[in-house]
């Protein structure tokens, strides 16, 4: 165990480094002048290389878990790890191992060093990348490597990340030296993102996941199709967490029919024998949701957010120990439940009894209010929130204006959202009214609804409100017929169906309703909730104290 490799070691930050100047870049390159690496580090070094080296799993899930963040908040809290002509000496230059610690050296500058990373530091680590995985996919037999699940998860999630984060930062053309925009015009190549859909699709195509995927749906031996490397746990596993990395590229690149594309053969309403890593359940949920939502496939989405809702509701001890999820699952849960406030406002239905009093107890019932009474600021106050940071596939060209390019492709899905909302903003009164009748004339109706519209005269047009009153009508029934997935295992199947809870129909100038609620049969939920207590009771009896 690593534990026999700790050393005391009285590390005194302050005394080892001096005062700071206060600008980052010089503080960070004083620090690597003066940097005296603690024996503890080299220890746990030369211990996760052996570890490495050796494919313990269960060993290597310690240290990547507990020890690495371990060192990291006692000795690297706000500085980089150690330099890679540091850590190569201590490790005998092991390529494999300098790769592999190189992608989390890299990760942590993204993380925790104050000013992000340089453009050099986002070259090398996208460099890194291409090192690790011409690795993998190059070899004809599958590598010597075995790394743990969650590490698999964290690497793919990482690099769709740091591919972001430069498209984001590419796009900022403002703060730029004419050195830097030459540069970046000069290294096109680096962060493209053809280049990070054909790494994602290569792990995808190399592992045979999706037959993989396709044969254990049908309850076949997914080994049969996997070929010599798709049994391999290594690949397997990043092959599934690239379909994933997919859904989200698409996702942040706006094409949401090719995010729920990619995973056709993953069940997304089922748990699959692969999403046992909480972090990548999640994040599959997220994105698959808020595809639904730009879809208008309001009830899918409702499905998908309420079933991963509950989920982390019941197992959120599970990784609440872990900063580095429990902050991300923390603000993907608060996104969700905004998201899923939208959908109900738009579509309206019954949902889970203790995600209901979630949304009841915080801030939400009043984002909810607000956006059920039509205020198109509180959705898109909420949509910006909620939704992913859209990038534009292609970067602006360096000789442009000096501005901030990268917020358009937001900006350009929040207008496509609202503007599918203004279409809605009348559904929820003429529903409010359509509830306390069974008949109800159109010039009632109308009147009804034209008493906010009157103008100061008080003098109005009752067959021009008749005539608007009829296209909200219409839409009505339209917006309220959505496609709803019953089966098969592609997310984009499914059946058109009606989500409203009252159905009419317009007979020349009467509106006849119909209230198609079901009611609640709470016998059944009673009866289930027995039999559960009586299969509990006899275990327990079963049970040799």
Known sequence: MYEDYEQTYNYDYESDYGPHTGDPQLDNEYNRQMYMMPEVVKNFLVYFRNAVNEGS?????????????????????????????????????????????????????????????????????????????????????????????????????????????????????????????????????????????????????????????????????????????????????????????????????????????????????????FAHVPACQISTSYYVGFVYMMMRRYSDAIRTFSSILLYIQRTKQLFASKSYQHDQINKQTDQMYHLLAICLVLHPQCIDESIQQTLREKSYHEKMYKMQYGDLQEFENCFVFACPKFLSPCPPPVESIPDDYSKEAIRHQTQVFVEEVEQQRMLPTIRSYLKLYTTLPLTKLATFMGQNQRNNDGKWDLNKEIQTLIIHLLCFKHKMKNLVWTKGSSGLDGKFQSGSELDFYIDNDMIHIADTKVAHRYGDFFIRKILKFEELNRKLHHLKL
Not at 119 to 131: A, H, T
Not at 155 to 174: G, H, K, N, T
Not at 255 to 266: F, P, T
Request: net charge negative.
């Open 57 to 273: 799993v269960f060993e290597l899930q310690n240290l990547y878990e507990v020890h690495w963040p371990k060192l990291t908040e006692d000795y690297f809290e706000k500085r980089p790890w150690p330099e890679e002509a540091e850590v190569a000496k201590i490790v005998d230059n092991d390529p494999v191992f300098m790769i592999l610690y190189k992608e989390l050296y890299f990760r942590h500058i993204y993380a925790k060093i104050q000013g992000g990373p340089t453009l050099e530091q986002r070259f090398n680590s996208f460099y890194n990348y291409c090192d690790l995985f011409n690795y993998i996919l190059s070899a004809e037999e599958a590598v010597p490597l075995e790394l743990p699940d969650l590490w698999l998860w964290e690497l793919v999630d990482e690099f769709v990340y740091q591919f972001q984060s430069f498209a984001q930062y590419r796009a900022r053309l403002q703060k730029k030296t004419p050195q830097e925009l030459e540069t970046l015009n000069s290294h096109n190549k680096v962060w493209n993102v053809l280049c990070v859909l054909n790494v994602l699709h290569s792990l995808v195509d190399k592992s045979n996941i999706k037959q993989q995927l396709d044969m254990y749906a049908s309850g076949g031996d997914p080994d049969s199709v996997a070929g010599d490397l798709g049994r391999h746990s290594l690949y397997k596993m990043l092959g599934y967490f690239s379909l994933v990395g997919l859904l989200r590229l698409h996702s942040l690149l706006g094409d949401y029919y090719q995010a729920i594309k990619v995973l056709d053969n993953i069940e997304v309403h089922l748990k699959s024998q």
